[in-house]
């Protein structure tokens, strides 16, 4: 009976230590991948947090280097509309310029000629005047000292006519060249 029971009590012992160690070992499973469902849980957490930090710096860098090359675009396209601009005023410039001259010149020779014809006339009519007025004065005196000497007044007036035609083309000419020389010289 000792030795049966010996042997009953060394099976029970042996089935519940079984029983024992495959409970432990699906509990080790158990607890093994709760374990490795919450590890996995926490890293995919993490990664994606990593990931939006990650996608956020890159966004926030690749922004910052689209805004210094945009201000960089601006920059350039600035100074190569300023420079058009300004070379496209300086041509404009010049252009105005050169017309502005030609109106200015021809303006200028129009009011010298008229000036010239002016004082062309004016120098005329004083010339002739005061040659008129000299040889009037002679001929009247001449007239009074010599009231009889008739072929002497004709004589005289053929000589003033000839001398007066003779100023006239000299006052002429000299007026001419005067004015000629002023214009070449403007």
Do not use: W
């Amino acid at each position: 009976v000792r030795a049966l029971r010996t042997i009953a009590l060394r099976i029970t012992l042996a089935v519940t230590l079984a029983a024992f160690d495959a409970t432990a070992r699906a509990l080790r499973t158990i607890a093994l991948r709760a374990t490795l469902a919450v590890t996995l849980a926490a890293f995919d957490a993490t990664a994606r947090a990593l990931r939006t930090i990650a996608l956020r710096i890159n966004l926030a860098v690749t922004l910052a280097a689209f805004d210094a090359t945009a201000r960089a675009l601006r920059t350039i396209a600035l100074r190569i509309t300023l420079a058009v601009t300004l070379a496209a005023f300086d041509a404009t410039v010049r252009a105005l310029r050169t017309i502005a001259l030609r109106i200015t010149l021809a303006v200028t020779l129009e009011a010298f000629d008229a000036t010239a014809r002016a004082l062309r006339t004016i120098a005329l009519r004083i010339t002739l005047a005061v040659t008129l007025a000299a040889f009037d004065t002679t001929a009247r005196a001449l007239r009074t000292i010599a009231p009889r000497a008739t072929l002497a007044l004709v004589a005289f007036d053929a000589t003033a006519r000839a001398l007066r035609s003779i100023a006239l083309r000299i006052t002429l000419a000299v007026t001419l060249a005067a004015f000629d020389a002023t214009a070449r010289a403007l």
